[in-house]
């Protein structure tokens, strides 16, 4: 039976194209570091297939002209052998080469777009920040349900829980016992991690991997750690749902520069608002594309329209209370397991109209 997914099958390590024994053992090591095997081929030109299937194309300029007139693709990177060759440039042309590259000089870019070749990497994830207009407002509520109704629809999803005060995310999923790595264990993180790896290590819990906190003692992650750990989960594609506090820590502000999309949770109350008006102040200082979620019905009446309007803010939907919300919570049923209720339908129009529909393949292991 088919199942809906965005998981994507295991790629072939990168093609290496040289009879250059020092630019071999280099090219080597780069791909032992990014994790991935790459395929060796000293005589050239490749066959038709290894060429155009490769996720990623080394060729090393001693066997440049001999693969002059293979298919042009994209993924072809020309490794130079002397600086003070200038011709080349012109064998790049031939070959159709996206960038000619020394090393080492051009070893930490190298390294990069090996392991976004050894990953998979396609288009970013769909990165979404949820805020509460005021405390109490929801907005981890409707993070983790944005999160599960995604889940369920096929689509390859991660929460991050960026509130250290919050409670932990893991426990409105009702997976606290679930084994896994939290923040404090990625609080040194630095530089580049993969995305695969982060995911494996990361509880999974209602088809979705979570980060959340744990109940010690650390109240904070470095902005460093947030921005290496967020980029690797938005490489994976798909979707990526954070769940932030309404004073922006430095790390939570990092979380909210790479985002998307944000939504504003807002009670439809006269208070509510101007609390909201001053988180959207400083949220929209770093992202552009804020709406705003309000919470009805109001104690005065106002419409969602209405409260969108008075903060300048684009509506994206009214929520009106779910019955049993707060006993499925207590039971470990998290928020938006409910399909037919009030968070799950409002989740599933957001995500109908920001997210392309997921194809259906054999298998659906997230």
């Keep these: 039976m088919s199942t809906p997914t965005t998981e994507r099958p295991a790629l072939p390590g990168p093609l290496i194209v040289t009879e250059d024994e020092a630019l071999t053992e280099h090219l080597l090591r780069l791909c032992a570091a990014a994790g991935t095997e790459p395929q060796l081929l000293a005589g050239a030109p490749p066959p038709r297939s290894l060429w155009e299937k490769a996720p990623l194309v080394l060729v090393g300029d001693d066997l440049a002209e001999r693969c002059t007139g293979l298919t042009r693709r994209a993924g072809v990177l020309l490794l130079g ?32 777009r090996i392991a976004d070749a050894a990953e998979g990497v396609g288009t970013p994830a ?25 889940a369920r629809s096929g689509h390859r999803t991660m929460l991050i829980d960026a509130d250290p005060l919050g409670g932990g995310l893991d426990v409105l999923l009702g997976g606290e016992e679930a084994s896994g790595l939290r923040w404090p264990d990625l ?17 999974a819990l209602h088809r979705l991997t979570a980060l959340s906190w744990d109940r010690g003692d650390t109240l904070a992650v470095p902005p460093e750690a947030m921005r290496s750990v967020l980029a690797a989960a938005r490489r994976r594609g798909g979707l990526v749902v954070l769940d932030l506090p309404r004073h922006l820590d430095p790390a939570a502000g990092q979380a909210l520069e790479q985002s998307d999309t944000g939504l504003l949770v807002v009670p439809a109350e006269l208070r ?8 959207a102040a400083a949220a929209r200082m770093r992202l552009d594309d804020l709406r705003a979620v309000v919470r009805v019905p109001g104690p005065a009446g106002l419409t969602g329209a209405e409260v969108a309007r008075g903060l300048r803010m684009r509506l994206a939907g009214e929520l009106p209370p779910e019955p049993g ?42």
Excluded: N
């Design 126 to 150: 769909l990165t979404v920040a949820v805020l509460g207009g005021r405390g109490g407002a929801g907005a981890s509520t409707l993070a983790c349900a944005l999160a599960v109704t995604a």
């Design 325 to 366: 919300l707060t006993v499925d919570v207590e039971r470990g049923s998290p928020p938006g397991i409910r399909e037919r209720g009030p968070l799950a339908r409002f989740c599933a129009r957001f995500l109908a109209e920001a997210m392309p529909p997921v194809r259906a393949v054999e298998g659906g292991a997230q």
């Design 187 to 203: 609080a040194g993180s630095r530089g580049r991690v993969s995305g695969t790896e982060l995911a494996k290590a990361l509880p």
């Design 81 to 112: 052998l002397d600086l003070d060759d200038s011709d080349v440039w012109v064998r790049a042309v031939q070959l159709g080469a996206e960038h000619v590259l020394f090393l080492p000089d051009a070893q930490a870019w190298l390294l990069d």
């Design 272 to 279: 509510a608002m101007a609390a909201a008006d001053r988180v």
